[in-house]
T-cell receptor
Framework: DQQVKQNSPSLSVQEGRISILNCDYT??????FLWYKKYPAEGPTFLIS?????DKNEDGRFTVFLNKSAKHLSLHIVPSQPGDSAVYFC???????????FGKGNQVVVIP | KAGVTQTPRYLIKTRGQQVTLSCSPI?????VSWYQQTPGQGLQFLFE???????NKGNFPGRFSGRQFSNSRSEMNVSTLELGDSALYLC????????????FGEGSRLTVL
């Protein structure tokens, strides 16, 4: 059973515009949420995270929003750059462990 | 600082065989996790080791096993291989904190014929 879901498998966006990736989860025990980025032939790379006690976390061009009541989080990339073209995975974990449940990923293509 | 190193990068096995994959974590990292990535199921958690002890285990059959050595290096073993075991096996390390912020290797691509 997929506990973390990412719809819209692919997204194309113009350079300089905003990329918005969405993620839904079903397990209310999750309390830590992360986004990973993956380039071809490489392992995933940690991008940004948010604890369940927050509703927003920002790191440079990347912002993650968490809506606990809706069990929904989103990643905003502003402005999008060609180097952001990659697969983005949403992940979640429960308190005190590194057992991550991953979504199936979103392919983002940033068009120069 | 060297990253997470996984060997071998690619391997081909036949059904019924067994395979051992190796992972060397980032120096100083004591937690090693393993994930299986397939097109159909995505990334799925196999197990996590910390200080030579299995700390978490995913929902995989007993054919999948692992261990961690005193130098934090880890191995995973899959016995009696099935076609469905064809996947990218990813190892990830962390200092040991349980925040989910993991450093992944490039993976070992296993093909079962």
């Amino acid at each position: 059973d997929q506990q973390v879901k990412q719809n819209s498998p692919s997204l194309s966006v113009q350079e300089g515009r905003i990329s918005i990736l969405n993620c839904d989860y079903t397990n209310s025990m999750f309390d830590y949420f992360l986004w990973y980025k993956k380039y071809p032939a490489e392992g995933p790379t940690f991008l940004i995270s948010i604890s369940s006690i927050k509703d927003k976390n920002e790191d440079g061009r990347f912002t993650v929003f968490l809506n606990k009541s809706a069990k929904h989080l989103s990643l905003h990339i502003v402005p999008s750059q060609p180097g952001d073209s990659a697969v983005y995975f949403c992940a979640a974990s429960g308190h005190g462990n590194n057992r991550l449940a991953f979504g199936k990923g979103n392919q983002v293509v940033v068009i120069p | 600082k060297a990253g997470v190193t996984q060997t071998p990068r690619y391997l081909i096995k036949t059904r019924g065989q067994q395979v051992t994959l190796s992972c060397s974590p980032i120096s100083g990292h004591r937690s090693v996790s393993w994930y299986q990535q397939t097109p159909g199921q995505g990334l799925q958690f196999l197990f996590e080791y910390f200080s030579e002890t299995q700390r978490n285990k995913g929902n995989f059959p007993g054919r999948f096993s692992g261990r961690q050595f005193s130098n934090s290096r880890s191995e995973m073993n899959v016995s009696t291989l099935e076609l469905g075991d064809s996947a990218l096996y990813l190892c990830a390390s962390s200092l040991g904190s349980s925040t989910g912020e993991l450093f992944f290797g490039e993976g070992s691509r296993l093909t079962v014929l």
